[in-house]
């Protein structure tokens, strides 16, 4: 079993649309959590950390289930510049962070 | 600060041939990570170091690959004798430990490697 677990898609959704992404870890005792998003042939950067209350950046909201080891990234109103890959990341420990394979949006007008 | 800085940003070599990447961290930064990615396995984490000390290279695929953190400003991961399948992304990335729980890890822009 992977550590980090993510459907590839793509997700194909028009513009305004609202969509989701989940995520599930193996390790019950990993200490933190993160999505990053990626550009096409671009390095990843972190879009937003995850929080056991869950957490709301502009039209982004991630939230984490400790119990259910499962984390999920929801945007609204998708814009066309939403368009990349979403990597969901987890911190075993130690400061190791395991990437997802990620999961590609495509947003079309 | 200019970010992570890797080179060389493309490499194509023939199989057989050894491969070194290099890869200077984010002056300050204290952990270093490998990872390579295709389109099959996504993005692995090969091996990271704190404060220059491998911590984990459980994901090093086998014995033709190794790396080095000489010191805190640089790292090579090299790949003796080359096959084909080694062809992927290369990406660097370090992170500061101030930051707890929560670091951010920043990533060089990757080399693309093809063995051909």
């Known amino acids: 079993r992977k550590e980090v677990e993510q459907d590839p898609g793509p997700f194909n959704v028009p513009e305004g649309a609202t969509v989701a992404f989940n995520c599930t870890y193996s390790n019950s005792a990993s200490q933190s959590f993160f999505w990053y998003r990626q550009d096409c042939r671009k390095e990843p950067k972190l879009l937003m950390s995850?929080?056991?209350s869950g957490n709301e950046d502009g039209r982004f909201t991630a939230q984490l289930n400790r119990a259910s080891q499962y984390i999920s990234l929801l945007i609204r109103d998708s814009k066309l510049s939403d368009s990349a890959t979403y990597l969901c990341v987890v911190n075993t420990g130690f400061q190791k962070l395991v990437f997802g394979t990620g999961t590609r949006l495509l947003v079309s007008p | 600060d200019a970010g992570v800085i890797q080179s060389p940003r493309h490499e194509v070599t023939e199989m057989g041939q050894e491969v070194t990447l290099r890869c200077k961290p984010i002056s300050g930064h204290d952990y270093l990570f490998w990872y390579r990615q295709t389109m099959m396995r996504g993005l692995e984490l090969l091996i990271y170091f704190n404060n220059n000390v491998p911590i984990d290279d459980s994901g090093m695929p086998e014995d033709r690959f190794s790396a080095k953190m000489p010191n805190a400003s640089f790292s090579t991961l090299k790949i003796q004798p080359s096959e084909p399948r080694d062809s992927a992304v290369y990406f660097c990335?370090?992170?500061?430990?101030?930051?707890?729980?929560?670091?951010?890890?920043?990533f060089g822009q990757g080399t693309r490697l093809t063995v051909v």
């Open positions: 990335a370090s992170s500061s430990s101030l930051q707890g729980l929560n670091t951010e890890a920043f």
């Open positions: 995850v929080y056991s």
